[in-house]
């Protein structure tokens, strides 16, 4: 029964994983496959299994991946180029002819009975496990912590990085400042702020140039990477409007008090707008 | 059956997706659907080996995801990149 609940969710999220853009809602799929998995453990009567599934999973690796991801940045898109032509095709081909393969082959097994693990896990999972691994497999369970050792010392290896060049002092940024100026013409002062207007005041709003259009230096990166950032000249549109209603109510119908709303003959009028 | 189906689209996942994080990720699903197979032979037989083998599963997958991601980490700070395609350093 809790099967027949999961796999289905488990089998959408696997595909979602493959499908989505952004990884960290590839991350979030994987976490709903490996709870979903966990709860599959403690219905086949393996409740160690479920706590550590849980816990080493769900809890841990994941976590890491997300780590990562922060470390290496949210924006980092998948590129859809494909570098060996016919790559992706051929993937999806050999991975199709790849499952038939096996469900055929699993389908052809007949399975006998289920023995089930009450004999098994009589007197508690936890100990019968216990059991078994510190006498036939205790020198695996030596050799894992091993390995988890090495795991450990081969990660702080690889993430640590020494200090190669001597740290940059405030003096030394001022001086690369004034040479990048010299050489590409980069504006020497600070990026501009964003936008200020009367209805919306955040820092999604880029800031607008005097010709009228947006300043993309006054919005942070991370924000143009999610596209979340909003467009000024279309909330100047919403003035606009407002103020067009104001100018039908009236009656008068003044061309001149009613700005071009498209195109660029109208964008100064908004920045006017918008800056009071 | 389940399994088998979760470990094909983990194996497609690697062979498609661009994205290092991603591909480490359907690694991590294809050893995932491993488990499960050893947790419900290990129901089918009777017997708990097939559990102590998924324990053990999960270390080593413990294991490789530190270093893997330590790895992606340390290519990423040289190369402002974390796709597949831009560590062919060792192709030369």
């Known amino acids: ?276 | 059956m389940l399994s088998a189906i979760l470990f094909t689209i983990g194996c497609v996942g690697v062979l498609t997706r661009r994205n290092a994080i991603v591909v480490f990720m359907c690694v991590e699903l294809m050893l995932n659907a491993c488990n499960l197979a050893f947790v419900a032979f290990a129901r089918q037989h009777g017997n708990l080996d097939g559990q102590i083998t998924a324990f053990f599963v999960m270390v080593v997958a413990a294991a490789e995801v530190v270093i893997g991601l330590a790895i992606i980490m340390t290519i990423f700070r040289t190369r402002r990149s974390a796709s597949v395609d831009d560590a062919s350093l060792l192709k030369y």
């Open chain 1, 1 to 276: 029964m809790t099967f027949w609940i999961l796999a289905p969710i488990m089998v959408a999220a696997a595909l979602g994983i493959l499908f989505v853009r952004k990884a960290v809602h590839a991350a979030l799929l994987l976490a709903v496959v490996m709870i979903s998995l966990a709860f599959l453990y403690a219905v086949m009567d393996a409740p160690f299994l479920f706590a550590v599934q849980i816990i080493v999973y769900t809890g841990a690796i994941l976590m890491l991946f997300l780590f990562v991801m922060m470390l290496i940045g949210v924006d980092a898109a998948d590129s859809t180029v494909e570098t060996i032509r016919g790559q992706r095709v051929m993937g999806v081909v050999l991975g199709l002819v790849f499952g038939t393969v096996l469900v055929i082959g699993i389908s052809q097994v007949t399975l006998g009975t289920v023995v089930g693990l009450d004999d098994a896990n009589e007197g508690g999972n936890v100990p019968a496990i216990a059991n078994i691994l510190f006498s036939r497999y205790v020198f695996a369970f030596e050799a894992t912590s091993a390995l988890l050792i090495t795991a450990a010392l081969g990660a702080m290896v690889l993430a640590h990085r020494e200090r190669l060049t001597p740290k940059a002092t405030q003096a030394d940024m001022a001086a690369q400042r004034m040479r990048d100026y010299a050489e590409h013409g980069k504006h020497l002062g600070p990026l501009p702020s964003p936008g200020v207007y009367a209805r919306h005041n955040a820092v999604d709003t880029p800031a607008l140039l005097p010709d009228g259009t947006a300043a993309e230096s006054s919005v942070s990166r991370v924000l143009a990477a999610r596209g979340t950032v909003r467009s000024a000249p279309a909330l100047a549109d919403d003035i606009d409007d407002v103020r067009r209603q104001l100018a039908g109510l009236d009656g008068s119908g003044d061309p001149a008090a009613m700005p071009e709303t498209s195109g660029k003959a109208g964008a100064p009028a908004h920045t006017e707008e918008d800056v009071k």
